[in-house]
């Protein structure tokens, strides 16, 4: 692991970067760092800014809903993150130290009743952003995967 607390790969095996790290609640800098090592991997991989932005949304909204439902804002509880980029994509797996959910039990955000409700919106628009989104039973990881255009 390395002083940023991000343990990198070398990069070999057809991989443009990989890496995992697991993060604190409340630790913002660590956090900030582990974005711009990946964002900055993505870039040097021949992403574009709008395949790094939805990735970002999603990385980030995956990573704080693991702290504020999963976790439950405990401070003593942290997310794991692990991802691969490859010339062809990305996969991320973002894991919570809750006891999960069940994705079939999250409201719809776009049927009227819950229009007007301030969360529950994070799934959808992982799911609009990536490829594909597994919620791994019991509910607490979550693994993604951007797959580049042609």
């Known amino acids: 692991m390395s002083q940023s607390g991000i343990n990198p790969s070398n990069g070999e095996s057809g991989s443009d970067g ?3 790290i697991v993060l604190r609640h409340g630790d913002a800098e660590t956090l900030k760092g582990f974005e711009a090592t990946v964002f900055e991997r993505l870039k040097n991989a021949g992403f574009d800014e709008g395949e790094i932005f939805s990735i970002r949304l999603a990385m980030e909204e995956a990573i704080a809903n693991g702290f504020r ?3 439950e804002g405990d401070p003593a509880k942290s997310v794991t993150v692990a991802y691969d980029i490859t010339g062809s994509g990305m996969s991320l ?3 919570d130290q809750g006891t999960g959910f069940d994705p079939a039990a999250v409201p719809d955000p776009t049927e009227d009743a819950n229009l007007e409700i301030p969360s529950g919106r994070g ?3 992982m799911r609009a952003y990536m490829t594909e989104v597994v919620v791994v039973p019991p509910g607490n990881r979550i693994e993604m995967r951007f797959d580049r255009q042609a």
Do not use: K, P
Request: zero cysteines.
């Open 18 to 20: 990989s890496g995992e």
């Open 69 to 71: 439902h999963g976790n």
């Open 93 to 95: 797996s973002i894991e």
């Open 123 to 125: 799934l959808m628009l």
